[in-house]
């Protein structure tokens, strides 16, 4: 299947090995200087092909650019429009400009976790592993084409995440917030008693509000995509059903009032448009609520954080709170709020101490 040939140069002899691969298309490799390296490479050569381990020379001449517009094309559908807007924007600041142009056979290992260290001293852990997933991913796809034999992205040591520690509003904290907020009100209540991220609680119809059960029926979700809201399904992509305390659907009744089932619960406007984004500074009108409310500074993604504080508090378990925060296992939902349940260790040993104090008077009391 491969066989060495021996021609003259200007240098001296010379061999090359011509081969077919599997789909019996011809290919030559010339430049051998000794007959020994041109067998070893027919040899090896021979078993990669029987092996279906073949992988043409030329493949790896294709550029990282046109691999990456397929990559990012499959992904397209695969994944929630918010994370491939992620995407799509990393590759465009982080990675397009130092790999597009690179051919993706010549990529070395040793170059990744250069430009990967290189990267971290200026930019947040989640930024640079966002931009290596991307490389990673169209290498990834190189593999699987069988254009490359090894990923180059494989075992690069990543900077590590910091989890900045949270903060968590009162209860009394919180209803200051949900007054200063004036008509956004029952927003403030929602995601903080409820638990509810942001795009949710955009997606809310009336027809979502279930008063005989006290639910809210958290079943899409709402984010803001180069400009523009692209509605898909929760996070998890899951629905679900979220407790809403009394008082809380008191004032979601309220929102309800003079609306069609299928009209937005909160409208952006008086059009019925989306509610835009909020940040924690500025003049919008979450930051001005904060001001007024004198809290601690947050942003409006933590009072869901808030919204779990307050249910463990309360004595809820920890099923109870995944159910409601829409975290896939129960587990997810302790690493995450790890913090909150230290408290529930100190009952433990209260509650076991307790018992023992029982079972010593019991011995005593024995005849």
Not at 155 to 162: A, F, I, N, Y
Not at 204 to 216: A, F, I, K, N, T
Not at 256 to 262: A, E, L, Q, S, T
Not at 307 to 318: H, L, P, R
Request: proline share 4%.
């Amino acid at each position: 299947m491969a066989s060495v040939h021996e021609y003259e140069t200007k240098q001296g002899k010379r061999w090359y090995v011509k081969w077919k691969d599997a789909e019996w298309v011809s290919h030559t490799k010339r430049g051998f200087t000794r007959k020994t390296d041109a067998k070893d490479f027919a040899a090896r050569l021979a078993v990669s092909i029987n092996d279906g381990d073949y992988i043409d020379p030329q493949l790896g001449k294709i550029n990282v650019g046109r691999l990456a517009a397929t990559w990012l094309e499959g992904k397209k559908g695969a994944v929630k429009p918010k994370y491939w807007g992620n995407l799509e924007s990393s590759w465009r600041v982080h990675v397009e400009p130092k790999w597009a142009r690179r051919q993706i056979g010549t990529i070395r290992y040793s170059e990744v976790q250069a430009w990967v260290s290189a990267m971290s001293e200026a930019s947040s852990p989640t930024t640079v592993r966002r931009a290596y997933d991307v490389l990673n991913g169209v290498c990834k796809l190189a593999v699987k084409d069988g254009v490359i034999r090894k990923n180059p992205c494989s075992g690069v040591q990543l900077p590590r995440k910091t989890h900045k520690a949270r903060t968590y509003l009162t209860v009394e904290q919180l209803l200051a917030l949900a007054d200063a907020a004036g008509d956004r009100r029952a927003v403030i209540l929602t995601l903080g008693f409820c638990g509810l991220r942001f795009g949710e609680l955009r997606a809310l119809r009336v027809e979502d509000v279930d008063v005989g059960r006290s639910r809210l029926l958290v079943r899409h979700s709402v984010v803001r995509v180069e400009g523009g809201f692209v509605e898909g399904l929760p996070k998890t992509h899951e629905r679900r059903e979220v407790p809403v305390p009394p008082r809380v659907m008191d004032v979601l009744l309220g929102e309800c009032v003079g609306k069609r089932p299928d009209d937005l619960l909160f409208a952006g406007n008086s059009a019925g448009g989306r509610l835009g984004e909020v940040t924690a500074s500025g003049r919008n009108w979450y930051a001005r609520a904060l001001a007024v409310a004198g809290v601690p500074r947050l942003a409006v993604h933590d009072l869901r954080h808030t919204a779990a504080s307050i249910a463990i508090s309360s004595g809820a378990n920890v099923k109870a709170v995944q159910r409601m925060l829409g975290h896939k296992t129960a587990a997810m939902t302790l690493d995450t709020y790890a913090d909150l349940f230290d408290t529930d260790l100190d009952t433990v040993a209260m509650d076991i101490d307790r018992r023992i104090g029982e079972s010593v008077r019991d011995l005593r009391a024995r005849p």
